[in-house]
């Protein structure tokens, strides 16, 4: 039975019935409806609680800049083993399937803070969503790199394989 005809008893119902009973029936509907919802709630209503937390201990105070200070130079990777690191980036982007060149490398010292930086720009072609989970990966497995910049190129729209540019940063100990 489709709608129309549905639609059509209906008001031919309504129309032997009068608007006294339709107005009733609308009522006794509605009256029925409210019952129903107002029986729901009442017994949401007297449902048990959940059980309170237990109470934790007293929080920890928040760490000193000189604990965040030693946290953050903890952090840091090695100078000395920068290129491992790049050796890793090229290892998990043959596991997602991407063609990897030959990248542009950048060292570079801040003196007042410490550290160096070592700044790793990759072509890479392959799948657009292998190339972001080449970027997510290296991210997860190296803690101390950032992803500074990613650039993607496509011929044609319907080009299955995209061209990128990816820079990462490491950020690297000065000293061990």
Known sequence: MNVAALLL???LGAMRLGPAACIALALLLAGALLLAWSLKAGRQASAPLPPAPPQLAQAA???TANEN???FY???GEKRHAEQQ???LFDIAAKTGLALDQGEYKFSTDKAGRL???QVTLPV???YHNIWQFSL???SAIPFAALDDIAFRRETVSEPVVEARVRFTLYLKEQP
């Open 9 to 11: 008893r209906l008001r």
């Open 61 to 63: 105070p928040p760490p």
């Open 69 to 71: 200070l030693a946290l």
């Open 74 to 76: 903890a952090t840091l």
């Open 86 to 88: 790049v050796k890793q």
């Open 116 to 118: 160096a930086t070592y």
């Open 125 to 127: 072609k392959g799948a």
């Open 137 to 139: 990966q290296a991210l």
